[in-house]
């Protein structure tokens, strides 16, 4: 499950919406958190090794590791992407039925349903439950396939749809629409999730 994961979080920065000079181009921030999102995904990998050999994992670890994984993947990134990139994509002309877009959205749903089912082994893990790690190992591993290759789906086909058409204009409202995301998820916050993958990372990741 972790072939894709071994590129690492290097050259790209949060482009943020507001640098002075050249505007920022918004699927490069996108392309960044996918970075993030995978630091998180090594992480949770590397926990799920722990399991495996019979070692148990502190729960403060895993409920932080879920807490990025739902309100930074999920809430943030795939929530960005849908109320901002995916309508600018198809006002460009890009189909959504039975094309990429309604893919990109369904995935985002499966990804949904398994960061559910994830808190929900987290939680039988918690109250003590046999097995329950199995289970967590199980979905996790689903949940990191998805998200693998929904994330090269994206950067290799979304992405280069989205540079081929997204004029100007387009990407100063997808930046603009951005900036406004940074600032409602609050000051500081996303510098803390990068910071809380990298960590993560670092104490998992095998
Ligand atoms: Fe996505
Ligand atoms: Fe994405």
Known sequence: MMK????GVGDEKFEKSDGAGAMSYPIHTLKHEHRVIEQGLRA???VCLRFSSGE???PEALAQLLDFIRAFADRYHHGKEEAYLFPALERQG???EGGPLAMMESEHQVERELVAELG???????AGIPDAHWRFVETAGRFIDLLVGHIQR???ILFRIAEEVLD?????SLSAAFKQAEAEIGAGVLENYERIAAELERAWAA
Do not use: K, M, N, S
């Open 4 to 7: 894709a994961l071994t590129a």
């Open 44 to 46: 949770l990998a590397g």
């Open 56 to 58: 148990p994992v502190p």
């Open 94 to 96: 890009i189909v959504r």
């Open 120 to 126: 929900r082994d987290f939680e039988a893990y918690q």
């Open 154 to 156: 994206e950067d290799q």
């Open 168 to 172: 100007q204009t387009d990407q100063a």
